[in-house]
């Protein structure tokens, strides 16, 4: 049997019903509802919610969650009374939002029916199902509340008693939900804290079939941790504990479930709704299934098998890209032991006697206990000054070396000067750092000049305590070009970064949407289908950033903040790459394209 969230409800239910009345403190004392994990879901709006985020909001004092499915009467009929009362209940602390987990349910469906009643409530998209199952969702219509500060949930049922099946009463006779609340917030008993739901039956397909047919270690689930997560978690790798055998896998079974559910792991923050990318090492809903079946059945492994990961070993080549042409080494840094470093710009000049395309770069950092950022730009002499005319290489957390796209380069001019930007973080004892760069070259000129284009912009000013500032910028396209990949960033406060193309046709189209940005993993996502956008369309960047005391990563809320080298003041720096989609002459590497 699967280690079963529903159990522990059915028992609850039974406990209560027993009972005639029973407090929320008695609620949580006895341990009758269960608490909550934190998850992270997506609504269908795009934005990224995650439970846990209100830990520490004064003004939240409750969490109410309406479980939605397309279709369903029940919950149709609801939508203009849920309106009325989340106003009422927002103003006096209580956040609420629905949730779907209906297998069925696609996200374009949901976002239709829900402009169709224009519903304006977030609705959570369970797409694989695995909060629904934590929370023992069994039918649609249900009212869930969750106390905040504890995370149990201390009421779920209908809202009232208006709408039964096939039956509708002129007025609700019990209000379930109000007096709930009502009485959760005033530290008073709730009367009838769980109420059997009335709404339409939630199928989970996938459940029930790992449930008759099992899942097997070494069959099912090693292949998926050796595919999508020894890659880091392995000895000398970046992940916290390495995954080298079954036994140590079941030992943090917990934590990994945990961090599945709130998107931390995988570190992949693209939305999977726009856009599929070739370095996307997301788990499918599939792979999350699995793992978090098995997980919740106890994570065994079958007696007498093998285990996959024993032994394994993860090969960690110096040079991922094999041996490069060409190796830049970047001087000696020195890094004290604590205090705010500031930039550090270093020049060198090119060491070839010609010009030279590269193909490929691959960064690595001498000390990652020190090392926040790397770039290297192309400088050259224009009207008597070295100016920035072009992007060679970068490095931060998340950054992968890749090849550039097929018979595309950058041009390193003869004579032009290699600027690296070095980015320093103390550790708190003295450290130094020798990073090198790998260069990979085309023995031929390529057909086309890879550039960087750049959104970029230091005019936002980000006020106290906003949790939601939203900042844009666009540029026009002046040539037919093909974009390959994006690279958004910000720092500690930010919080989403979407790239929208408006075609001159008047449509659109959201080339990546990143609802949840994590400033630790600095990432390029590349297309795995190149976007052609024509001349005469429109790019813009959007941004958001989380100036909140509720952002964990927030140095200080009570700041106004603007632009920033420093991780504590802020950026809106959004780059792409992209050649032109006529034939090129390669005479330069291409300046930065800024925005206009």
């Given at each position: 049997?699967?280690?079963?969230?529903?159990?522990?409800?059915?028992?609850?239910?039974?406990?209560?019903?027993?009972?005639?009345?029973?407090?929320?403190?008695?609620?949580?004392?006895?341990?009758?509802?269960?608490?909550?994990?934190?998850?992270?879901?997506?609504?269908?709006?795009?934005?990224?919610?995650?439970?846990?985020?209100?830990?520490?909001?004064?003004?939240?004092?409750?969490?109410?969650?309406?479980?939605?499915?397309?279709?369903?009467?029940?919950?149709?009929?609801?939508?203009?009374?849920?309106?009325?009362?989340?106003?009422?209940?927002?103003?006096?602390?209580?956040?609420?939002?629905?949730?779907?987990?209906?297998?069925?349910?696609?996200?374009?469906?949901?976002?239709?029916?829900?402009?169709?009643?224009?519903?304006?409530?977030?609705?959570?998209?369970?797409?694989?199902?695995?909060?629904?199952?934590?929370?023992?969702?069994?039918?649609?219509?249900?009212?869930?509340?969750?106390?905040?500060?504890?995370?149990?949930?201390?009421?779920?049922?209908?809202?009232?008693?208006?709408?039964?099946?096939?039956?509708?009463?002129?007025?609700?006779?019990?209000?379930?939900?109000r007096n709930a609340v009502d009485a959760f917030l005033a530290g008073e008993k709730i009367e009838k804290p769980v109420v059997p739901a009335v709404g339409c039956l939630i199928s989970f397909p996938d459940r029930e079939l790992h449930e008759k047919?099992?899942?097997?270690?070494?069959?099912?689930?090693?292949?998926?941790?050796?595919?999508?997560?020894?890659?880091?978690?392995?000895?000398?790798?970046?992940?916290?504990?390495?995954?080298?055998?079954?036994?140590?896998?079941?030992?943090?079974?917990?934590?990994?479930?945990?961090?599945?559910?709130?998107?931390?792991?995988?570190?992949?923050?693209?939305?999977?709704?726009?856009?599929?990318?070739?370095?996307?090492?997301?788990?499918?809903?599939?792979?999350?299934?699995?793992?978090?079946?098995?997980?919740?059945?106890?994570?065994?492994?079958?007696?007498?098998?093998?285990?996959?990961?024993?032994?394994?070993?993860?090969?960690?080549?110096?040079?991922?890209?094999?041996?490069?042409?060409?190796?830049?080494?970047?001087?000696?840094?020195?890094?004290?032991?604590?205090?705010?470093?500031?930039?550090?710009?270093?020049?060198?000049?090119?060491?070839?006697?010609?010009?030279?395309?590269?193909?490929?770069?691959?960064?690595?950092?001498?000390?990652?206990?020190?090392?926040?950022?790397?770039?290297?730009?192309?400088?050259?002499?224009?009207?008597?000054?070295?100016?920035?005319?072009?992007?060679?290489?970068?490095?931060?957390?998340?950054?992968?070396?890749?090849?550039?796209?097929?018979?595309?380069?950058?041009?390193?001019?003869?004579?032009?000067?290699?600027?690296?930007?070095?980015?320093?973080?103390?550790?708190?004892?003295?450290?130094?750092?020798?990073?090198?760069?790998?260069?990979?070259?085309?023995?031929?000129?390529?057909?086309?000049?890879?550039?960087?284009?750049?959104?970029?912009?230091?005019?936002?000013?980000?006020?106290?305590?906003?949790?939601?500032?939203?900042?844009?910028?666009?540029?026009?396209?002046?040539?037919?070009?093909?974009?390959?990949?994006?690279?958004?960033?910000?720092?500690?406060?930010?919080?989403?970064?979407?790239?929208?193309?408006?075609?001159?046709?008047?449509?659109?189209?959201?080339?990546?949407?990143?609802?949840?940005?994590?400033?630790?993993?600095?990432?390029?996502?590349?297309?795995?289908?190149?976007?052609?956008?024509?001349?005469?369309?429109?790019?813009?960047?959007?941004?958001?950033?989380?100036?909140?005391?509720?952002?964990?990563?927030?140095?200080?809320?009570?700041?106004?903040?603007?632009?920033?080298?420093?991780?504590?003041?802020?950026?809106?720096?959004?780059?792409?790459?992209?050649?032109?989609?006529?034939?090129?002459?390669?005479?330069?590497?291409?300046?930065?394209?800024?925005?206009?």
């Open positions: 049997m699967m280690k079963s969230f529903t159990l522990s409800l059915v028992a609850a239910m039974l406990f209560l019903a027993a009972a005639d009345t029973v407090s929320s403190n008695e609620i949580l004392d006895s341990g009758a509802l269960p608490s909550v994990m934190d998850f992270g879901l997506i609504d269908h709006r795009g934005d990224f919610h995650r439970l846990y985020y209100y830990e520490k909001d004064e003004d939240t004092r409750a969490i109410a969650l309406f479980v939605q499915g397309n279709g369903c009467p029940l919950v149709q009929k609801r939508f203009p009374q849920l309106h009325e009362l989340a106003a009422e209940y927002g103003a006096k602390g209580v956040k609420m939002a629905m949730i779907n987990s209906c297998f069925q349910d696609t996200r374009d469906e949901i976002v239709e029916e829900a402009g169709e009643f224009d519903v304006r409530i977030p609705i959570l998209i369970d797409s694989d199902q695995l909060v629904g199952e934590m929370l023992g969702l069994t039918r649609t219509a249900e009212m869930i509340l969750i106390d905040p500060r504890s995370w149990k949930i201390v009421f779920r049922g209908p809202v009232d008693d208006r709408l039964n099946y096939e039956k509708e009463l002129p007025a609700a006779r019990e209000h379930y939900f047919n099992g899942l097997t270690y070494a069959t099912d689930i090693a292949p998926i941790l050796m595919e999508k997560c020894v890659r880091c978690h392995t000895r000398g790798g970046i992940g916290p504990f390495a995954m080298s055998s079954h036994r140590k896998v079941r030992g943090w079974m917990d934590m990994i479930e945990e961090v599945v559910l709130n998107q931390r792991m995988p570190p992949w923050q693209a939305d999977p709704h726009y856009g599929e990318f070739s370095n996307d090492f997301s788990l499918t809903p599939m792979e999350k299934k699995k793992l978090i079946h098995w997980i919740r059945d106890g994570a065994v492994m079958e007696e007498g098998s093998e285990d996959p990961l024993e032994g394994l070993v993860v090969e960690q080549p110096k040079w991922a890209m094999g041996e490069p042409d060409h190796i830049l080494a970047i001087p000696r840094q020195e890094v004290p032991a604590q205090g705010i470093i500031d930039y550090r710009y270093i020049h060198q000049t090119s060491p070839f006697d010609s010009d030279v395309w590269v193909s490929g770069v691959n960064v690595i950092p001498g000390n990652t206990k020190v090392v926040h950022h790397i770039i290297a730009y192309i400088k050259e002499e224009k009207d008597g000054k070295l100016v920035r005319t072009g992007f060679l290489a970068g490095y931060a957390p998340g950054y992968e070396p890749r090849e550039f796209p097929e018979n595309s380069g950058r041009l390193l001019p003869k004579g032009a000067v290699i600027e690296y930007e070095l980015h320093y973080t103390a550790c708190g004892t003295p450290e130094t750092d020798e990073s090198l760069i790998g260069l990979y070259l085309h023995p031929h000129k390529p057909q086309r000049a890879l550039h960087t284009g750049l959104l970029m912009d230091h005019e936002f000013s980000i006020p106290p305590h906003d949790g939601n500032y939203k900042w844009s910028r666009t540029k026009k396209i002046k040539e037919d070009i093909t974009i390959y990949d994006m690279n958004p960033h910000m720092h500690l406060r930010g919080k989403a970064m979407k790239y929208v193309v408006e075609y001159p046709n008047g449509t659109s189209r959201i080339l990546l949407s990143v609802p949840h940005y994590n400033f630790n993993w600095q990432r390029s996502y590349v297309l795995e289908e190149p976007a052609k956008i024509p001349a005469g369309s429109k790019l813009t960047v959007h941004a958001v950033w989380d100036n909140s005391i509720l952002n964990p990563a927030n140095p200080d809320p009570s700041a106004t903040i603007g632009w920033g080298e420093q991780s504590f003041d802020e950026m809106f720096f959004a780059t792409y790459s992209y050649t032109v989609d006529e034939a090129e002459n390669g005479s330069s590497s291409g300046p930065f394209s800024l925005a206009d």
